[in-house]
């Protein structure tokens, strides 16, 4: 079964100085150094290309600006608070 991605994450390969913190920070491990080395000579985080849910540890964790940038797909769920009555509100203010 697939479902519809929740996230995506893009990584600037020359911009990123491959230490690392964004791989340790992803709650699902879909990020990894690449084997190749960039311009800088070192390996760049890369998205495995799957799993991300748009969280966005990876992108606060980053000392790079610029980085990382984070596309949430599917909003988070608003939380499901049902509306107070009027009558209620009413007489919770008059106490
Ligand atoms: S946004 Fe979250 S899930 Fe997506 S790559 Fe970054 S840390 Fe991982
Ligand atoms: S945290 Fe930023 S600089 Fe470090 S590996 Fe990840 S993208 Fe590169």
């Given at each position: 079964m697939s479902s519809q991605p929740r996230g995506n994450v893009i990584i600037d390969v020359e911009e990123?100085?491959?230490?690392?913190l964004c791989v340790e920070s992803c709650p699902p491990e879909c990020l990894e150094l690449a084997p190749e080395l960039n311009h800088y000579g070192v390996h760049a985080a890369q998205y495995?290309?799957?799993?991300?849910?748009?969280?966005?540890a990876c992108f606060y964790c980053c000392?790079?600006?610029?980085?990382i940038t984070v596309e949430r797909l599917i909003p988070p769920a608003k939380a499901a608070v049902p509306p107070v009555p009027e009558q209620e509100v009413a007489h919770a203010a008059t106490l």
């Open positions: 990123c100085k491959g230490c690392g495995t290309g799957e799993g991300c849910t748009g969280c966005g000392p790079e600006p610029g980085a």
